[in-house]
């Protein structure tokens, strides 16, 4: 049994919350996809479904506005969807919400809802636009970038199939900033709420998508060329922590492909910089391409395809380095408001050809910002076959280099997006072939994470999910390792509006608890709502539950005499 560190007596697990079937999750709604493909140009047909199904929910919002007028469809929205899933339309409305979550020990992350309303072709043309080098655009028209990393016009609108996830579009620089100084007011409303607060940013609104686009590709290339070097050196099929490369033997590699020559390959592989071991590790590898390095001025990877050597880092104009360099001044002015304000910055995840640039922008901000406890937290998805590498990866480097490991655990929102993009364009399902699997990865990721825990009280984890068997697995763990409620290194979240049969009990329980709280102008947030509509039904499941869960507890309650509750 849990214990507080007061001497108090947690709950026992099993009366926090009760489960008697297997959960709707709201991060992994859908049954996981057949991996057939349908042929080009037609996509899975339940992506084709949602995105028409989000189109139909937003036409029905507008034409609700039009026929009831604005006055009564305001009234109307704040009677159901935006009175379900939305807070209040400024930071002063929202105060009741976030008051009454508090008196149940649930704390909030405010999150400004609103979206630009664009058509689908328009937003093609921002993404075409923003995702696409001067080079690319001035050149042949073709791209060195794998094509994984370069963008679709199919694939322009990124809105697709994606119901769970507020998207970015990049428009300028100045919009950019705007995106900046809205990240910045919901820091300050989290720093004022409570001693507590977590905010949340997406990379994609600080700045030009064709960074991420091409430093992804950057990251990758590169790992794929230790794994290559792995292999010649017979060490295959081992964890990426477990697989290590004989320096001495990479060097001779290095040097017969002529990158350079034998002293300055030598030079990469000192004591200094790799340490004595004679062995070099994926962690090891990364460093050579960090910025501080000479390495990565010239650095040149093998084309798998043709076999010649290729520059790694891709050239960029003048405007295009002042916005990458806006991009990465963005990011450290919203670390240092939230340093300022107590709050710790969740950086969410985004699609995969993103997300390598992502997680690496992100480890930087770690590296500086979380000395002392965890200010910035990485999001990890567990529905990709890579995550419990990523997961094992970044625990072990921030054991190396002395900083505080921060994490949010999802399963993930682009999937049926994902595996559409992957099956048309020609590259390998970055998903999990199976609900199961899933689950699975997402447990084992939170294993290891919590066995981290145990032996390091300054590492914390945030468990985002509507997942009741995961909560359970989660108390279960907590309960064998030892960790308390009270040490606040174990954090859930839930959106606004969802899972309170979840939410509720843990605060009440005195597990560390959060609800994620959008807030916003009626018509503002309606890109929003129509994604919650299009998952009413799913609500409607869970609203079910937490009545059969009422109803139980209600005729416990009559049967054992002890209907008011009466705190210990």
């Not at 405010?110 to 923003?130: F, I, T």
């Not at 199919?154 to 990240?183: L, N, Q």
């Not at 292999?231 to 320096?247: H, I, P, R």
């Not at 070099?280 to 001025?297: P, Q």
Request: with cysteine.
């Amino acid at each position: 049994m849990l214990q507080a560190r007061g001497g108090q007596r947690s709950r026992r697990l099993g009366n926090i919350f009760q489960c008697t079937d297997l959960p709707h999750d709201r991060e992994f709604t859908q049954p996981l996809l057949s991996t057939a493909p349908n042929g080009p140009g037609t996509g899975p047909p339940k992506l084709q479904h949602r995105s028409t199904s989000v189109s139909q929910a937003s036409q029905l919002l507008h034409l609700t506005r039009r026929l009831l007028g604005q006055r009564l469809f305001e009234k109307l929205m704040k009677m159901t969807f935006y009175g379900q899933f939305v807070a209040g339309e400024d930071q002063e409305s929202i105060r009741p919400v976030i008051q009454h979550n508090r008196a149940f020990g649930v704390g909030s992350i405010l999150d400004y809802g609103v979206e630009e309303d664009l058509s689908p072709e328009e937003a093609e043309r921002k993404e075409m636009e923003s995702c696409t080098s001067a080079v690319e655009r001035e050149g042949s028209g073709t791209s060195k970038r794998e094509r994984q990393y370069q963008a679709h016009p199919a694939f322009g609108d990124r809105r697709d199939g994606v119901i769970s996830a507020r998207t970015y579009f990049y428009a300028s620089e100045a919009k950019c900033d705007s995106h900046m100084e809205t990240f910045l007011r919901c820091i300050e409303a989290s720093g004022g709420a409570s001693d507590d607060g977590f905010s949340a940013i997406k990379l994609t609104a600080l700045g030009r998508p064709q960074f991420l686009l091409q430093f992804s590709d950057v990251l990758t290339k590169w790992r794929r060329f230790f794994h290559q070097m792995a292999a010649e050196q017979g060490k295959t099929g081992l964890a990426a922590m477990d697989t290590k490369l004989e320096v001495a033997v990479l060097q001779e590699s290095v040097a017969k492909m002529g990158i350079a020559s034998r002293t300055e390959i030598e030079n990469w592989f000192t004591a200094e910089t790799l340490g004595v071991s004679g062995t070099l590790d994926l962690l090891d590898w990364n460093s050579l391409i960090d910025s501080r390095t000479e390495l990565s001025k010239h650095l040149v990877v093998p084309n798998m395809q043709t076999g010649q050597l290729e520059p790694l880092l891709s050239r960029f104009t003048e405007e295009e380095e002042l916005q990458m360099t806006r991009m990465l001044q963005r990011m450290d002015i919203l670390a240092k408001k939230a340093a300022e304000m107590g709050v710790r910055l969740m950086v969410d995840a985004e699609q995969t050809y993103f997300q390598p640039a992502i997680s690496r922008l992100t480890l930087e901000m770690q590296r500086k910002f979380n000395v002392e406890k965890p200010l910035i937290f990485n999001t990890y998805q567990c529905y990709l076959k890579d995550a419990y590498d990523n997961v094992t990866l970044d625990v072990e480097l921030a054991r190396r280099e002395g900083w505080c490991f921060g994490a949010k655990l999802v399963r993930g929102a682009y999937m049926a997006q994902e595996r559409t993009r992957a099956a048309e364009i020609g590259y390998e399902d970055p998903i999990n072939p199976t609900y199961e699997a899933t689950n699975a990865m997402y447990h084992r990721c939170l294993n290891y994470v919590l066995e981290e825990l145990k032996h390091n009280s300054k590492a914390k984890v945030m468990v985002a999910s509507h997942n009741e068997d995961t909560v359970h697995f989660t108390l279960r763990r907590m309960e064998e390792l030892g960790l308390y409620p009270a040490d606040r290194q174990v954090y859930f979240g839930q959106l606004l509006g969802m899972c309170d049969q979840i939410s509720f009990p843990l605060g009440q329980a005195g597990f560390p608890v959060y609800k994620y709280v959008p807030y916003g102008p009626v018509m503002d947030v309606l890109p929003y709502l129509s994604r919650r509509a299009l998952e009413n039904s799913s609500v409607m499941k869970g609203a079910w539950r937490e009545r059969q869960l009422l109803w139980q507890e209600l005729k416990r309650r009559i049967r054992t005499g002890s209907l008011f509750h009466r705190p210990a």
